[in-house]
């Protein structure tokens, strides 16, 4: 598969974007993109950080990039001060195209007003030496990981290409002719399955400003937003975070409504759905596909496809990547690998280990059971993977939130944070009862608290991307789950 699929954009008609402002043809994306291509090119770029809103400016920055041969370092917006300024000396960036309400968290640098695709940005140039990194890298994200600290993995033109081919081939029969960007364009899911992929065949790329879909942060999301945006713009496919569908699906049935009819797949990623979720989300004319990927594989390699699914499953393995498991259950990958990480001159292996125990069923499904390093043994000896404990407490609507603690403990205790705040400890009560139900003796729930908080980065208790901080949400309430050791008492 060529590399050139990254251009194939070039050949199609029609609306290539509509951002909310206006709509650009493809022809017009065209001729933004190479003069974009060109100035860069003259002032000797070398890697382009972005720091921006969705919109038909991020994705002409992205495409004028790849053309120019400048890496692109794309910045989530939900990043902190800190992690955006290790990005940045990290992956050596030299110019930054930034909203221009992010220009003085760089002062004194002198940032230059330009005008991008209609959309006002500031242009700055930063003092930064070349970094080493491996050969062909043309972008690099960052992925906060569970201690916040962020890491840099950097991918070729031809591994993007193919996951992008692979996606596209993919959802062929669906026919999508509209794809709403609800995920900063800046997160690689987006990105590449999203964006490149849809304008890879000819499709209309809907890349309104965040607000509008109800996503702010990395954690705070209005579903009626969206609802409305999706209906609105009569999208075809949008791919969400398993909150976003949760919050979205509860909304529709709070409402007593029904998702627009013009969907035909709505991928969901970044943590484990779970059965309940999925079938509750078709239930209300949501066609919600669960998917699994790494930024290590481009972002994507197996997905749930309409009419050819499993619900629990993360879907059979794409047309671009190859997936087995090891003998320890782990899985691992191949087929669109990234090229290493920065800082690190080691080449990733013909197969990556993702950390991530699973299995394959007779029939392809790939089955995710959770991380390897989150393993843990209870006082009986048995070993549990909470991600499969807390998927099954979120699957019930109650259930915003839960993390799953029971190392060295004779039972197991979660972390809970409820759906809408005025629901009761009762209301949590009865939830957990009923997960218990579906989970052998050895995994339930025996013990649990409310969490004090929501999990969120404005909290301490999760990541920029979401996932929680396990050790932080234990220590805040390993008294009340009773973890916490007793103190002495002075004699």
Not at 151 to 158: I, Q, W
Not at 184 to 192: F, I, S, T
Request: glycine share 10%.
């Amino acid at each position: 598969m060529s590399a050139d699929l990254l251009d194939a954009w070039r050949a199609h008609q029609g609306v290539a974007i509509e951002d909310g402002l206006r709509a650009w043809r493809y022809d017009q994306l065209h001729r933004e993109v190479d003069a974009l291509a060109a100035s860069w090119r003259a002032q000797g770029v070398r890697v382009l950080a972005t720091l921006m809103d969705n919109g038909a400016a991020w994705i002409a920055a992205d495409l004028a990039a790849l053309q120019a041969g400048i890496v692109h370092l794309p910045l989530p917006g939900f990043f902190t001060p800190a992690q955006i300024s290790h990005a940045l000396r990290a992956a050596g960036a030299d110019a930054l195209l930034a909203a221009p309400q992010a220009a003085p968290g760089f002062a004194p640098l002198p940032a230059v007003a330009v005008e991008l695709m209609g959309q006002p940005l500031a242009w700055l140039r930063l003092p930064a030496q070349p970094v080493a990194m491996p050969e062909g890298t043309v972008k690099i994200t960052f992925t906060s990981g569970t201690t916040g600290t962020p890491k840099g993995v950097c991918l070729g033109r031809a591994g993007l290409a193919a996951v992008a081919s692979g996606v596209a081939e993919a959802l062929g029969p669906l026919a999508i002719g509209r794809h709403l960007s609800a995920l900063p364009l800046a997160v690689l899911l987006e990105n590449v399955a999203g964006t490149l992929a849809a304008l890879s065949q000819g499709a209309t790329c809907v890349a309104p400003p965040l607000q509008q879909i109800g996503l702010q942060g990395s954690s705070q999301f209005d579903p009626a937003r969206l609802n409305t945006t999706v209906l609105g713009t009569q999208a075809h496919s949008v791919i969400l975070l398993p909150q976003m569908l949760r919050a979205w699906t509860g909304w529709l049935q709070a409402t007593g409504q029904h998702a627009s009819a013009s969907l035909k797949i709505v991928a969901v990623g970044g943590a484990a759905v779970g059965a309940p979720l999925i079938a509750a989300a078709q239930s209300v004319g949501i066609p919600a596909c669960e998917g699994y990927g790494l930024s290590e594989g481009g972002s994507v390699q197996t997905l749930n496809l309409p009419g050819a699914q499993r619900p629990g499953s993360a879907g059979r393995v794409l047309p671009h990547a190859r997936l087995r498991v090891a003998d320890d259950g782990e899985i691992e990958i191949a087929g669109s690998l990234f090229l290493g990480y920065l800082g690190d001159a080691t080449a990733p292996p013909p197969w990556w280990r993702s950390g991530d125990l699973g299995e394959i069923d007779a029939e392809g499904f790939v089955h995710v059971r959770g991380r390897r390093k989150q393993v843990l043994i209870t006082a009986f000896g048995r070993n549990v993977s909470p991600e499969w404990v807390e998927t099954a407490l979120r699957g019930e609507p109650t259930i915003a939130q839960a993390v799953v603690f029971g190392e060295a403990q004779p039972a197991l205790s979660a972390v809970l944070w409820p759906m809408r705040p005025e629901l009761d400890d009762a209301a949590l009560e009865a939830a957990v009862q009923l997960a218990n139900v579906t989970l052998p003796d050895y995994a339930r729930i025996g013990r649990w608290c409310r969490a004090t908080a929501a999990f969120s980065t404005e909290t301490g208790l999760a990541t920029a991307n979401g996932r929680p901080q396990r050790a932080a949400i234990e220590q805040r309430h390993a008294q009340a789950l009773g973890l916490a050791e007793p103190a002495l008492e002075t004699p």
